[in-house]
């Protein structure tokens, strides 16, 4: 497995570790013109749920890669937070900020592959 491939599987399971919903991986390696390889997009129910996602993110990805993300973005309302670790970028929304954006849909070229949520 490839380092950016063991990245988004160290996303996705720290954010199955605080109940990241509707989670999702965006692979953009095939797409011209992209500024990362992959996206990760979930949601949190609420502001609080959302940073604890990031700082589960943030935690996992360190602990296990010893990589921290070049810039994060949006804690101060964590409506929507953004991660970005050069190759993926992680996006973490509460529910009606997702659906307003709709970023997996900018992106329905690309190879689209949902996780099951963990109850």
């Known amino acids: ?3 950016t491939s063991l990245l988004v599987e160290t996303i ?3 954010l199955q570790e605080k109940k990241g919903r509707s989670i999702v991986t965006v692979d953009l390696r095939e797409m011209s013109g992209t500024i990362c390889q992959y996206m990760v997009i979930c949601e949190g129910k609420n ?3 959302v940073s604890s996602l ?3 993110v943030w935690d996992m990805v360190l602990k296990d890669l010893k990589e ?3 810039s994060v973005h949006g804690l101060r309302n964590s409506q929507w937070v953004g991660m970005d670790y050069g190759t993926v970028l992680v ?3 509460l529910p009606e900020t997702r659906s307003f ?3 997996e849909n900018l992106w329905e070229d690309s190879i689209i592959v949902r996780i099951s949520d963990i109850d």
């Open 1 to 3: 497995m490839n380092q």
């Open 12 to 14: 996705v399971k720290g």
């Open 47 to 49: 502001p609080n749920q």
């Open 54 to 56: 990031s700082d589960s």
């Open 68 to 70: 921290k993300p070049s």
């Open 91 to 93: 996006h973490i929304f």
């Open 101 to 103: 954006y709709r970023l």
